[in-house]
């Protein structure tokens, strides 16, 4: 069975402690590939070779930064094929969402920072002709980079591309439990000859690799997409220690249907917004609030619709979803489908996990599941549930799907369905998230902050936000006059 290996210092190597985790294809639920169980002492050797890197790389000009990191873009669409059925085999992912979205969003993400460094650029102020302030936007230095499994490559690159362009050196470590491609980047970084220690990709388990690389006084700042408890305990390491910190963290998003929607688009995107990549985005919508005179219609619509949906192998073209990433998210889903049922909730359609066919026997796969009946309080409609599961709620005014919205600890996005633009104004600027969507979903510019607001995180990625997160300001004031 092949074995993962970290990157560091520009090679390929193995953990210290020679001891590796099971890397599960969650399809088949067999074990397809080994990952380093790496710790502290890799994140040392990491480290000391981030340190060398910068001397030189906090150097280099924006333009040769540039040119790196259009490189390993370019060879990552080389081979966008195999990075796409890797991302597949390690997540469960359908492959032809690996292949439209995740990787060529990868792709995106290394050539618009590419492309964003080379016109960043910083403030002067001219004070009443007496002094002139200019401020420099320096790099940190050596930076952290973790990230979750649901967009592997997506967010692990999102990451590292402005890391790399505002010429920081990069610590990075992709979730144990979806690291395949995170190690093909490393043999891409090879390939593009970027030079050793400037990015170095470390494997294993958060509590062993994740919290050193959190504590380690000459990391200085830590990037962090993952969940609400996850981020809350890489603040109290980092935040006494002064690090710059951006939290992604959890998301309940609310999904609100006025009446005067137009109506044929929000049930075809209600349908994505609820079960792309098997409901584990963290911008899906999986509180629906509906207005009362049309929620009878948009239940037998959305049900119909979403009993339609082909759930089973990832590799079938026709699968819209495919496999839970793994056992434990699995059983997690079941769970609260269980808790949704005891507090009251009447399944439409779902509900349960399904048995794959062939190669999938032993897979983890649940079918898309609607609920009605739950109140906006409870368990299942205020925690993260992360999965294939969905709840619909009637509601009567404005105000009401305003505090229901509002309602639950987190606040990453909102989506809101209406024709009349007045209102979805209005609501965008009361509704506690990061991020509105009025009348569409996902629909991305890179140029835009990103983050979340309440337990949804603290800072923004995102265009000019990233690359301000990771430089430091330092203000020069020269006297003009004597
Ligand atoms: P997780 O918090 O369990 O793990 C995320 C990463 O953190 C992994 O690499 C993990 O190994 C590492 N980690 C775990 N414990 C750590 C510790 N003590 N110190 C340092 N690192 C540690 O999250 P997950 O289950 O991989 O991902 C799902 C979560 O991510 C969901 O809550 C989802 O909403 C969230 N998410 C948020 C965004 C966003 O942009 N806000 C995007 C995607 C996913």
Redesign the pocket.
Known sequence: MEKLKNYINGILTTAYSSNYINDYNPATGEVFTMIPDSDAEDVEIAVKSAEKAFESWSETSAEVRSGYLMKIAALIKRDLDKFALAETTDSGKPLWLSKSVDIPRAVKNLEFFASAITHFSSESHLTDNEALNYTLRQPLGIVGA??????PLY?FTWKIAPALAAGNCVIA?????TPLTAFMLSEICIEAQLPDGVLNIIH????K???A??SHPKIKAIT????????R??AK?AAPMFKKLSL????KNPNIIFADCDYEKMLETTVQSSFRNQG????CGSRIFVEKSIYEKFRKDFVDKVKKLKTGDPLDENSFLGAIVSKQ?YEKILYYIDVAVKEGGKILCGGSNIKGRGRCEDGWFIEPTVIEGLSYNCRANQE?I?GPVVTITPFESEEEVLMMANSTEYG?ASIIWTENLTRAHRLSSKIKSGIVWINCWMLRDLRTP???VKN??VGR?GGLEALRFFTESKNVCVKLKN
Do not use: R
């Not at 973790?146 to 967009?151: E, K």
């Not at 962090?224 to 981020?231: S, V």
């Not at 584990?280 to 911008?283: A, N």
């Open positions: 973790i990230s979750p499994w649901n967009l967010l470590k992709p979730s144990e439990i294993g388990y958060g509590n690799v994740g919290s690389i959190v962090f997409t993952g969940g609400t408890n996850t981020g305990e890489i390491v992604e963290l959890g998301g584990e985005i963290c911008l998210h993260e992360f990453l990103f983050g979340g949804s995180g990625e």
